[in-house]
């Protein structure tokens, strides 16, 4: 049971030019270009971020090395469509962008991805290219330069625990009017 009726988008975070896009987390939004948005709100919180991509949960497809025997053999299709893989190395840890495969379906895909890349993978993720929406390219920018110019500031730093246990104890008016 989910507590909101908005679908879930994976978000993928790049880090840098050279870097690869990393699955970051999810977020859920009423469409795409809300996604995205949710996404630059909640994961670019430091300037390490050049670009953002979105894509429907519903649209992801994932396998783990343990999972490939239990795909089904699936026919080639010369009319396949491109998917962006992700591959994870470790239980712990990020998909990571490897590349884009032409494939007739998600499983094909999938089996594609674990034939193409299969060095030290543990789970392999893929996606409809199609299904992706980006960061505008030439916004870059306006879409992340505000990170740049935000402090950190380590939760300790509010003092929110000390103003509790006082207005607890009534030396602190939470009304402050003391």
């Not at 300037?47 to 649209?59: D, G, I, K, M, N």
């Not at 699936?74 to 884009?100: I, L």
Request: with cysteine; aromatic share 8%; hydrophobic share 40%.
């Amino acid at each position: 049971m989910t507590d909101t009726p908005w679908p879930r988008f994976y978000v993928f975070k790049q880090d840098s030019p050279e870097a690869p896009h990393m699955n970051c987390g999810s977020v859920h939004a009423s469409d795409a270009e809300m996604a995205l948005l949710n996404a630059r709100d909640v994961f670019v919180r430091r300037p390490e971020c050049v670009s953002l991509w979105v894509a429907p949960a519903a649209r992801v497809a994932e396998v783990t090395v343990d999972g490939l025997a239990g795909l089904a053999p699936q026919a080639d299709d010369a009319e396949g469509q491109a998917y962006e893989v992700f591959t994870k190395a470790a239980a712990k840890g990020q998909h990571a962008h490897v590349g884009q495969i032409a494939a007739g379906s998600p499983g094909q895909a999938l089996r594609k991805a674990s034939e193409t890349y299969p060095d030290g993978v543990w789970v392999w993720m893929v996606v409809p290219s199609v299904a992706i929406v980006a960061s505008p390219e030439d916004e870059g920018q306006a879409w992340f330069e505000a990170a740049r110019d935000k402090p950190f500031r380590h939760q300790s730093f509010y003092h929110t625990e000390r103003l509790i246990r006082e207005i607890k104890a009534g030396q602190l008016d939470p009304e402050g009017d003391e």
